[in-house]
């Protein structure tokens, strides 16, 4: 089994990829050979967890590219299967860009890299980029766990990033294709998505917050109201809380810093909820029930 590399080695970030700018003549340096080479050459990658290049974000990255040229190298490997090209490890969308804005040449630093450290790079890089949307970051995710036997602990070291947060973005994978869809076209954002999962009506819901322009906390507590009845009906429900209650819930909020909401039940019962963003705030909330200062 492959062993993943080590967060030291692939997370020190792009510059460390890149360096210099190339140059025609071919140069070794510590990260790779740099060079400039004819655009035909090269290939998208296998591993880009990017499958979503709209139009409109290439067609303003190529005016920027003919106003000051392509700045950043594009990081190549040779590709397994054809000993003429070079398969593009990072920067697929400038390469794209490029072609776009009429460049027949561009710079590139070649390195050798496994199928498994291809993968580590790509994700790294548009993740630091904020390039993906939520599924397609999960996706990654997914390849390194699936193809490599990554923990999800040793994605969180790789990339950056709490353990929660692939937690979390990994659970979008399993919403229905057509959710996903939504997500990856922008319609719903992750936060609204991660209320829908393991809702058998989870289309319909996901509708209905483009319909009704939800807000995250209204999804929320839309899903957490029980069966979905007629259009608006749990929304307004959400909405329509009396003073008091409003009054009691910003005191609380107010006290310990963090969400607070409270759901009437039947006679004098109810549900208190108290919303959490991390692990630390949930250490937070122990100690403040427990009667301990943090």
């Known amino acids: 089994m492959n062993v993943p590399m080590q967060k030291s080695r692939l997370g020190r970030g792009l510059a460390s990829l890149i360096g210099d700018t190339p140059t025609a003549v071919p140069r070794e340096t510590a990260e790779g050979e740099q060079r400039i080479v004819g ?86 890089e548009n993740v630091q980029r904020a390039d993906l949307n939520a ?74 917050i483009i319909d009704e322009n939800l807000n995250v906390r209204e999804v929320e507590a839309l899903v957490q109201a029980g069966p979905i009845g007629e259009p608006g009906s749990a929304t307004r429900r959400v909405r329509e809380k009396d003073p008091d209650t409003k009054a009691f819930e910003k005191e609380l909020t107010d006290a310990l810093g963090l969400k607070v909401e409270i759901k009437r039940g039947s006679g004098e019962s109810g549900l208190l909820s108290i919303k959490f963003g991390n692990f630390d705030q949930l250490e937070y909330i122990r100690l403040r029930l427990a009667g301990m200062s943090s």
């Open 135 to 208: 599924i397609e970051e999960a996706s990654g995710y997914r390849d390194l766990i699936e193809r490599f036997a990554y923990s999800q602990e040793q994605v969180s070291e790789i990339i950056g990033k709490s353990r929660s947060h692939v937690t979390n973005t990994l659970r979008l994978l399993k919403l229905p294709a057509s959710v996903q869809g939504l997500v990856q076209d922008g319609s719903l954002t992750a936060g609204h998505a991660r209320a829908l999962v393991g809702r058998e009506d989870a289309e319909s819901i996901a509708q209905r």
């Open 39 to 124: 655009t035909d050459q090269l290939r998208g990658g296998r591993f880009n967890p990017r499958k979503d290049f709209r139009e409109e974000d290439l067609a303003e990255l190529a005016d920027s590219i003919r106003a000051r040229g392509l700045v950043q190298p594009i990081v190549v490997r040779p590709d397994p299967d054809d000993a003429a090209a070079l398969e593009i490890v990072a920067g697929e969308r400038r390469w794209r860009a490029a072609q776009r804005a009429g460049l027949h040449t561009v710079p590139v630093i070649v390195r050798n890299l496994s199928d498994q450290e291809v993968l580590e790079l790509a994700i790294i």
